[in-house]
């Protein structure tokens, strides 16, 4: 089930403007091929009525999944730069948090600005995973092979670790790196690092549900180790 929005989008290739149907809302759980949709970026691919080429640009909008309860909110910004729009299409991001506050007490809110934090967020709720761990681990193998990476040749710049998968029998954690070097990089973490962050270290109350706290991010993560420094 999904709430649609018509939305404007200007093809890459020969300019033009068009009209088209987007996704305002995602239930995944009561449409689970359109969770694969989401998972492959698909829902973001348009193809232009006079030229017909085919594009990939992600919009704003939000995913709920009512099994692991969490609903997760993709905020591009277009609200503030179509601020004639009709108020319903361009509802401000504070304004949909309250309301799915007050519809859906128990579920985890989450806020992110880029289409691979989402894809990354679904992959660690689906996984049944505390998203504050995994965040803070992938923020450490950034920071670790960066190091390692220093003499590369030519030198490889790690623009982020996301997470991908859980693996093996003993649930390794499989982060995918987004970076300069034209080869994947997969770095994989074993679980009892995960377990660690979250039951003895002395950060666990870091990674608690905390009130009014969307953005689980890289910037966060690093907030976290000063926490540790202090
Ligand atoms: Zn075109």
């Not at 070097?181 to 003895?200: G, N, Q």
């Amino acid at each position: 089930m999904a709430i649609k929005k018509t939305i404007i989008r200007e093809c890459p290739e020969c300019g033009a403007f068009f009209d088209t149907e987007a996704y305002e809302v995602i239930n995944a759980t009561l449409d689970l091929a359109l969770r694969d949709e989401v998972i492959w970026g698909r829902i973001f691919d348009f193809t232009c009525p006079v030229c017909s080429h085919r594009f990939r640009s992600p919009y704003s909008m939000s995913y709920k999944e009512m099994e692991q309860e969490y609903i997760i909110f993709l905020d591009l910004g277009e609200a503030a730069e179509h601020s004639d729009e009709p108020t319903d299409e361009n509802r401000l991001i504070e304004n949909q948090i309250a309301e799915a506050r007050e519809f859906f007490p128990t579920y985890r809110i989450r806020v992110v600005h880029d289409m691979m934090d989402l894809i990354e967020k679904i992959h660690i709720f689906s996984a049944g995973l505390n998203d504050k761990i995994v965040t803070y681990l992938g923020y450490k193998i950034k920071d670790d092979v960066t190091l390692k990476m220093k003499t590369a040749k030519p030198p490889i710049r790690v623009h982020k670790a996301l997470f991908d998968s859980l693996k093996g029998k003993e649930g390794e954690l499989n982060f995918g790196l987004l970076s300069s070097s034209p080869k994947p990089i997969f770095v994989t973490t074993p679980s009892r690092d995960y377990e660690y962050l979250l039951k003895k270290s002395p950060l666990r109350h870091q990674f608690d549900e905390a009130e009014g706290l969307y953005q689980i991010d890289e910037s966060w993560a690093a907030g976290i180790d000063k926490v540790l420094i202090a």
